[in-house]
């Protein structure tokens, strides 16, 4: 059935012939930790469900920018965890599954098993994924998006539903859709750096981690390196080595960095890209040369993509901010918990920010719904990294139990708008928070007695 779609500024000239290919209840754009968990909240809750993924596996940072790393779970430096829902259910499964090592706090794992354990969920739940296929654009009236385009190869389909959920981490639907966003630190406009992981193998642990003990960041390796003229000065410490014991002679690596890159431009992420690689492969010469247990180690692989930590910040009826972190300030309308330090790279260089911070220990902080509401759009919700929060709180909010959160709240409110008939906007926030609790996700202090007994016994098990 050709669509009838009236030719705009924003671009439906070349869409105005695309065929309706699909017409669910709620179509998820991204299938990244937010885009996984609202599919999988809206179809465990009877909707039909199309999930939109431009790669080929369901994970985003996790999979297809190959992280192999989930955090955090748990109140800042304490063993009380504060978050549940499909965050933790991920999590544990990774590990039954021998794919991976859920310990107190967070998940290391094997990226190839998480993209398989991701799948099984999303058949178990009945979300029909589509994958190969890049939103492209959308047409709105009267507030509401009517019908969004994606491009793939059988051309530009479109697909109809009737409520849309942006998971693509850069809110690419809401800025078509029209809505506003602000990008970056305040002050300087930039945002922070990206980062392209790698996986190396050959890698004797045991000798590494000795060799490192408890200094984290070897900040001392990679100043001798660049002395001796052995490495360019793109990095001065570890961002993260990931290591699971079910692959041991393997780790991953969160070590390049690439700054002034703005993530919604094709040509700035290919220029990073490149240069990523080439520090990739650099760097591992200089592990090599100047890390016992590493004198053996190769490059097993760089992933589809390049990891994206900040772009769009959708504005929402909420702009959660730094200041709400740090007091943590509690909303009538949480729907769920943050708890992660402010972890920001360093916007014009090498190593971290200097608006990095650590918070008490037992920090965390609850997150309201209203900053998955854009403004303007009725029918849209974003869920994930570009929600509606500050340069520094998005520092914290930005890590994937959080996304999983924001996606769980995004897929409920959406099968209960749809329920009622009216816009998520218009879900009553008690009855939002009661259909989460019911999904074992933690909202309040209640919640965080209730499932901490289980917890304690599950991370036992850990290393
Ligand atoms: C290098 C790096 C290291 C990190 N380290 C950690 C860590 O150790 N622990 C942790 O918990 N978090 C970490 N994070 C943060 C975390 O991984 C991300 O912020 C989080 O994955 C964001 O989740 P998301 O679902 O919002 O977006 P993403 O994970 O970015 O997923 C977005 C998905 O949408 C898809 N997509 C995007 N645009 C389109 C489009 N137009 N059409 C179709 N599909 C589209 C993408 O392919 C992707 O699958 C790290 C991030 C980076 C970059």
């Not at 990226?111 to 654009?137: N, P, R, T």
């Not at 700035?268 to 080439?278: G, I, Q, Y």
């Amino acid at each position: 059935m050709p669509l009838n779609v009236k030719r705009t500024d924003s671009g439906f000239e070349l869409c105005s012939h695309a065929e309706l290919a699909y017409d669910v209840d709620v179509v998820v754009l991204g299938g990244g930790p937010a885009g996984v968990a609202a599919a999988f909240s809206a179809a465990s809750l009877g909707q039909k469900v199309l999930l939109v993924e431009q790669f080929n596996c369901l994970g985003g940072v996790a999979t297809a920018g190959g992280h192999g790393h989930i955090c955090s779970y748990v109140a800042y430096g304490t063993q009380q965890r504060v978050v549940g829902g499909w965050a933790y259910e991920v999590a544990a499964r990774v590990d039954a599954a021998g794919y991976g090592c859920h310990q107190v706090g967070k998940v290391d794992f094997e990226v190839e098993g998480m993209k398989l354990i991701l799948e099984q969920m999303a058949e178990e739940q009945a979300v029909q994924l589509l994958y190969h296929s890049f939103f492209a654009d959308c047409h709105c009236e009267d507030g509401r998006i009517q019908t969004v385009f994606i491009q793939n190869k059988d051309g530009i389909q479109a697909v109809r539903a009737r409520q849309y959920i942006d998971c693509t981490g850069d809110g690419d639907v809401a800025a078509r859709a029209g809505c506003s966003w602000k990008s970056g630190d305040e002050e300087s406009g930039q945002c922070q750096p990206v980062t392209l992981m790698f996986t190396i193998g050959g890698v004797d642990y045991s000798k590494v981690a000795a060799f490192r003990g408890n200094d984290y960041a070897l900040a001392d390796v990679w100043e001798k390196a660049q002395k001796n003229g052995d490495m360019r000065p793109y990095q001065t410490k570890i961002m993260g080595w990931w290591w699971t014991p079910t692959r041991p002679d393997q780790l991953g690596i969160n070590f390049t960095h690439v700054n002034y890159i703005d993530c919604t431009k094709s040509a700035d992420l290919t220029k990073a890209t490149l240069e990523a690689r080439r520090q990739a492969y650099e760097t591992i010469e200089v592990y090599r040369k100047y890390i016992p247990g590493m004198e053996q180690c190769y490059m097993i692989s760089t992933p589809n993509t390049i990891g994206l930590r900040e772009s769009r910040r959708i504005l929402g009826d909420y702009y959660l901010t730094l200041p709400d972190l740090i007091e943590e300030k509690e909303f009538s309308d949480s729907i769920g918990y943050g708890c992660f330090f402010i972890d920001i790279h360093n916007c014009s260089g090498p190593g971290m920010d200097r608006k990095r911070r650590v918070p008490r220990i037992g920090f965390k902080y609850q997150i309201p719904y209203r900053i998955l509401l854009p403004q303007g759009v009725n029918n849209l919700q974003v869920a994930g990294r570009c929600v509606s929060v500050d340069h520094e709180a998005l520092g914290s909010l930005r890590v994937m139990p959080q996304c999983f959160v924001m996606g769980q709240a995004a897929g409920t409110a959406a099968a209960l708008a749809n329920r009622h008939g009216c816009d998520p906007r218009q879900v009553p926030f008690r009855e939002l928070q009661q259909a989460l609790k019911e999904q074992n996700c933690i909202l309040d202090e209640e919640d965080v007695q209730r499932f901490n007994p289980e917890f304690s016994t599950l991370a036992a098990g850990g290393i």
